[in-house]
């Protein structure tokens, strides 16, 4: 242990071992004893101490240091941060170090006061989110100006980083929403929701969620820029910046966002990579032991790693330079940060990730930081004014592009118009005139070809549509004809080939509509939702309208069995709060289901459509597929009698409910057949309606799906009835799989008696 060598207020004596046990970082001695920690440190600082060579051989506090813009001695990169800086007043520090402070001891009280939250990553990295909050370009008055840089923060436990940014930058975040952090009706809730807070680009909060998101916006500007831009008019130019932890490096979702990133080159993503080495479990090691760099220099991204550079604000600002500069890869800048930085008790622990701090800790943290410790939520005026810099810069760079997009306007009428009907998500007045109509001489025909030609028909006259499949276009009939592939040697081509990455699929496609100027589809096969779950469920917790296109919807798809027959995906993804989950009959209302997937702006819509070929429904009876619209229709009614049965099904099922209806009324049962494609859309109708297509004293109801029975009783009633599926599939023909399930007309028409006899 190092020795004092002079007497010192709280005791220590010459010669005598001080009273702490390690050194923990950056401008602070350790202690678990609680001792005067504000004047040993300050003691230090000044020289009165002396350290004696009891420092072990090595020690960090031994090596080289090189002097920061923050006014702090930083270890050089190879280096733990060990150092000391004398103690000085709010008014003495520089205005740079003033704002950093401010942003650390925001998170620290807001966390504190809710007594809950993550202190620790926002402490270590307020350099690098001030940085970038000089860097970016962005207007805290307008948000939503298009050519804004955009800002992720895939760590999304951090959020109180992103707060304190926003409230200073000056966004309207006030500081009674800081103070009101993770508290009912806040805007300050404990992970980022865009759409509640003004400035927060996409939802995060699950980890990997952030980097994938952040790939489709790059994705975005990449493509609305090949698209629009013109020489010497360069109306789409920005870039995506997202901060990661080595949680959202640990999840397998960062490899499909990295891998992809690199092979489409995309230059204008930087990822910082906030390398801190702890988790909740402790350190990092216990089970991570990568080596990213290497990870996404083969993945074809340019990689800086900075070292220990975390409080280094000039080579924060080299390396986004450089980064800045190129602009054929994707960029990570590796920063080592320190956890907690400035905590004498806990940096570098785990005991910073998920917890206040407590409220002696932060006592003692800020006068480590040089801070008022009774100070709570306190904002120098200096650091606001200087942080609220960014609303001039801000209003001027919108200026400067509004000038140029009139010029724009000016030279390419057309171009500009085009551009900005993208932009609002406007429809042609004829958009839906080309979409096909189906007769039953058509059929039998897969609802996936159906949609096929709905999709193309739509793509001719939204240029903005743009999506693809997880490796499956041909199966899927996703693929726009007459367009290129988008890719490095062509940007402009509207059909992504995601390759086998269903996750970062998903999340890029949310990640393209919050983005903006573009409307994305994204394809694969309905049981490979498993991996894409996660990033659906963001898009329907922040309303984004993304289509998936989701074919092999059930033991139809045959042979391939049940390892990719979905038996309950039906009910768990029309669980998901927000989803509009649409399975159509047949050719007809799958084009019905593509109108209302466009025109639908709140959320995403999933259609999930046959392998195997279905007949198309006669059009000239009662019912007819723009019933679609309503969520669930009266297909074929009783005929000159209230019904004395109902027959309601979904997808292919509802073909084989009229082939047993007509079985049924031979027999004097009056038989009414009600299609209902979507849950939700039936939702929304008003109970009149409802109550029109199922009468509530014709309790004798029987649903057919090809799926669990989950959730149907909402529908049947307590005496009605489903014919489903409780078990896996299995591999065989797909007729011969929906015999053995039951799927027939006999054991349709069997069923119905049971239920009509009371049985």
Known sequence: MPTCNVQLPNGCRKGVTPPWQTYRGVGLPGSTVGYAVWEVRTALARGIV?????????????????????????????????????AVSLEEMSVEELSIQTIRTLAIDAIQQANSGHPGAPMALAP????????????????????????VLSAGHASMLLYGMLHLSGYDLPLDEIRDFRQWDSRTPGHPEHGLTAGVETTTGPLGQGIMTAVGMAIAEAHLGAVYNRPSHAVVDHFTYVVCSDGDLMEGASHEAG?????????????????????????????YSDDAAARFQAYGWHVQDLGDAANDLDALRGALDSARAETDRPSLIIVRSHIGFGSPNKQDTSAAHGSPLGEEEVALTKKAYGWPADARFLVPARALEHMREAVARGATAEEEWDARFEAYRSAHPDLAERFENALEGRLPPDWSSAL????EADGPMATRKASGAALNAIADRLPWLIGGSADLAPSNNSLIAGSDDFGPDNYAGRNIRWGIREHVMAAASTGMALHGGLRPFAATFFVFTDYARPAIRLAALMRQPVIYVMTHDSIGLGEDGPTHQ???HLAALRAMPGLRVIRPADANETVEAWREAIVRRDGPTMLVLTRQSVPVLRVDGPGRAIGLQLGAYILEDADDADPDLILVASGSEVALALQARQVLVESGVATRVVS???????????????????????????????GVSLGWREWVGTSGAVISIETFGASAPAGELFRQFGYSVDNVVSEARRLLEGE
């Open 128 to 151: 690098v989110a001030y940085v970038l909050s000089r860097e970016m370009s962005y207007n805290p008055r307008n948000p939503n100006w298009f050519d804004r840089d955009r800002f």
């Open 566 to 568: 979905p038996v309950e």
């Open 436 to 439: 096909p109509s189906f007769d």
């Open 50 to 86: 002396e350290m004696s060579s009891g420092r072990p051989p090595g020690h960090p506090a031994s090596r080289p240091t090189r002097e920061t813009k923050t006014g702090m001695k930083t270890p050089v990169p190879e280096d733990r941060a060990e150092e000391f800086r004398d």
């Open 676 to 706: 209902m494609p979507s849950w939700e859309i039936f939702r929304e109708q008003g109970l009149e309606y409802q109550h029109e297509v199922f009468p509530p004293e014709v309790e004798n109801r029987l649903a057919i799906e090809a």
């Open 259 to 287: 891998s992809l990133a690199g092979h489409l080159r995309l230059g204008k993503l930087i990822a910082i990579y906030d390398d801190n080495g702890i988790t909740i479990d402790g350190t990092t090691d216990l089970a």
